[in-house]
């Protein structure tokens, strides 16, 4: 099987291409026709344009009239006789330049043989060369097709990148104004952490000046509640001999009728005991609820100063104050079980 059947080409597909770009006034090199084929290797093609070489100049070679017979043989006849004159001179005078002569004749005939040994190696390799510039375009071909498509790509991330960048631009300017208002932020923020330092320092002073004033109410509530106390004991103390002395009186009435008298007069003493017994249990209780209202102003107190104190700090750290749990306040003082005590028994 030839190279042109393998290949799909055969010698009129090679003819016809040559002869349209011949019409076309294009030299049909061997480029050229296998461009006008679009297949077929150069070794087969070339094979068909020769023989289309030899075809056409036979048909544009112009028709030559024959001499006539007698001038034929005449000078047929001159001409062996120059050709043996000349040659007898020729081996006569040049012996020595014939054998060199015949000594080149050989070795161009040896280099012909090795030229077109080395021709045929040559057509071999140029052969092999075309099938591998036809794979080689084979693969020029997905290489461009993969070209496009990456300048598909790069054109479409060249599209996004501007698309970004527009973005970005839009972004940059609204980061502008946004730092614009922050810096008029920060400005009106150094303002009011000036004023909250200011309130700071006061609310500690009033703080500090409450504190005094809680501690002296404290005391002064401890001292009462102290001396309410004694107060209380001291009654249920009169209340408990009230008790016992008209429970002595009870049984002497029990006794001696004369008595009674003397029996109300203790019950009137014991409903005054009771009396100031009631009254010294209220005084205990306005005083714990005094002490309790005083602990929840310092309470109070203490919160807005922790408040402040924290906006302060979030100011400085350049954040939103964030709100902080009350700071607890301190223990109470003891009640006394006034009322536990002050109850009488039956």
């Known amino acids: ?17 040559a002869d349209a770009l011949d019409q076309r006034g294009i030299n049909p090199t061997l480029s050229k ?10 070794s087969t093609i070339s094979a068909y344009m020769q023989e289309w070489k030899q075809k056409r100049s036979e048909k544009t070679a112009p028709a030559v009239e024959p001499p006539p017979e007698d001038l034929n043989t005449h000078m047929l006849d001159m001409g062996h006789k120059v050709w043996h004159i000349a040659l007898t001179h020729a081996q006569q005078r040049h012996e020595g330049e014939a054998q060199q002569l ?14 077109n040994e080395a021709g045929d190696t040559a057509l071999a390799q140029l052969e092999q060369k075309t099938r ?52 008029a932020e920060v400005r009106d923020t150094g303002k ?22 809680h501690a002296e109410e404290l005391e002064r509530l401890s001292g009462e509640v102290t001396r309410l106390r004694t107060t209380l004991e001291q009654a249920q103390a009169e209340l408990q001999t009230a008790r016992g002395q008209l429970d002595q ?3 002497e009435v029990e006794r001696l009728t004369p008595l009674a008298e003397k029996a109300a007069e203790l019950e009137a003493q014991r409903i005054k005991q009771d009396a100031r017994l009631e009254s010294a249990q209220a005084n205990a209780q306005r005083a714990e609820q005094d002490a309790e209202e005083a602990r929840q102003r310092l309470s109070a107190a203490q919160e807005r100063a922790s408040k402040a104190e924290g906006a302060l700090e979030a100011l400085k750290a350049g954040k939103t104050p964030q709100r902080r749990s009350p700071a607890k306040s301190g223990g109470k003082a003891p009640a006394g079980g006034a009322k536990g005590d002050a109850s009488p028994e039956n």
């Open 1 to 17: 099987m030839t190279d042109g059947s393998r290949q799909g080409i055969s010698q009129q597909d090679v003819w016809t291409a």
């Open 33 to 42: 026709v296998r461009e006008e084929l679009g297949r077929g290797s150069f």
């Open 192 to 213: 009011a952490l000036a004023r909250l330092e200011a309130e700071r320092d006061s609310q500690a002073r009033a703080l500090t000046d409450l504190e005094a004033r």
């Open 102 to 115: 015949r000594q080149q004749i050989t070795e161009r005939d040896q280099a012909v043989v090795e030229a």
């Open 249 to 251: 009186a009870t049984r």
């Open 132 to 183: 591998e510039a036809e794979q080689l375009g084979e693969r020029l071909s997905v290489m461009e097709a993969q070209a496009a498509h990456e300048q598909q790509r790069a054109d479409k991330a060249e599209q996004q990148r501007d698309a970004q960048a527009a973005r970005d631009g839009e972004t940059i300017e609204r980061l502008r104004g946004e730092l614009q208002t922050a810096n």
